[in-house]
C-alpha cells in the first residue's frame, strides 16, 4: 500500500472529496475550496470568515505561530480577524506548568497585539505525540462590499507579492538548525535568521487589509505550505487561470538564498508565511504598492495570470519553463 507523505493532501484527491460534499445551507458564501483561505458564512449585515489551520512544523513559539498564520487567512479575504480558539495537544510525559504557560502567553500575546480575543478552546495532554501541538481556529468579520474572493482573479490580473518569500521556514530552519548555520555563517547572521519570524514578520493582516482598500483588488491568498509555487497553484486552480511569474523579480532575502543554498532546498517550494499574494486590476497596482510603501511593506510585481490552457510558468533568464511544484514541502528536507 502506497501512503503519502508529510504534508499538505496531495490537491486532486481534496478536490475531489470537496467536489462531492454538497452544501445545502445557502449562506454559506464561500464554501471549502482550494485555494480559497478561509470560508464565509452570511450573518446579516456583515459576513463571517472562519478559518482552522495548525502549527506542526516547530514548537518555538507556537502560540504565537497559530494566532498569526490563522490571523493572516481571515485578512486574506478582506475581514478582520476578531476572535480565536485554541485547541492544545499536549505531549504525555513531556508536560509542566513551564511548557503550558510558554504557549499561554505566547497566545495572549499574540492575540492582544491584533485586537483579538481568545474566546475558548480545548486543551488536553494526548497519547503517543512527541511535541506540542496547537490547532487554531479564527473567526473574523467583513462588510459585504469589501470581500474578496479568489475565484474573481482572472487573466490579465497583475500578480504582487508582499516582502519576500520563505519567511516563515528560514526562521523555523535557522532555529532548529541553530548549531550548523552558526558555524557556516557566524552569529550574527544566525541571529537576523531566527528573528524573520519578527522582522520582516509572519502577519500579513496589515498587508491586506491596506491593500483592500482599492477597490480593483480580484484576490489575496497567503502562501504557506509548499512554498510561493503551491499558493501561486492554489490561487490559479480557483480562478481557473495560468500564471506566468518572473524569477528575477521575486524577492527573496540573502539569508534565505544562503539557508536554502546551505541544505540544498529550493527557496520556491519553502514555507513562506510572511508573504502575500494579491491579484489584481493592472491600474491599480502602482496605487496598491505606493499604498503598501507609505506603511513600509514591501510590494513587488512578480507576474501576471494568464489563460487557463497557458498553464503556469516560471521565467528564467528570459526563457519560460514550467514552474517547479512540490508534494511535499522543502522543509521536510530539512528538519
Known sequence: MKYFPVGKL??????????????ADPRVIVGPRIGEDAAVIDFGEKY?????????????RIGWYTVNVNANDIATKGATPKWFLATLLLPEGKTNRKLVTRIFNDITKSTQKLNITLCGGHTEISYKIDRPMVIGHMLGEVEKDKLVINSEAKPGDDLLLTKGIAIEGTAIIAREKSALIRKKFGERFLKRAQAFIDRPGLSVVADALLANTVAGIH???????????????ELTKVSETGAIIHAEKIPCYEETEQICKLFNIHPLGLIASGALLIALDPTDTKEVIAILAKQGIACTQIGKLTKKGEGLKLVTGGKPKKMP????????KVL
Do not use: C, W
Open 325 to 332: 511544484l512540490f508534494q511535499t514541502d522543502e522543509i521536510t
Open 48 to 60: 463571517l470568515v472562519v478559518k482552522s489551520d495548525p502549527v506542526t512544523f516547530t514548537t518555538h
Open 10 to 23: 496531495d490537491y486532486r484527491l481534496l478536490e475531489r472529496f470537496l467536489n462531492s460534499y454538497p452544501i
Open 219 to 233: 484576490a489575496m491568498h497567503d502562501p504557506t505550505e509548499g512554498g510561493l509555487s503551491t499558493g501561486i497553484l
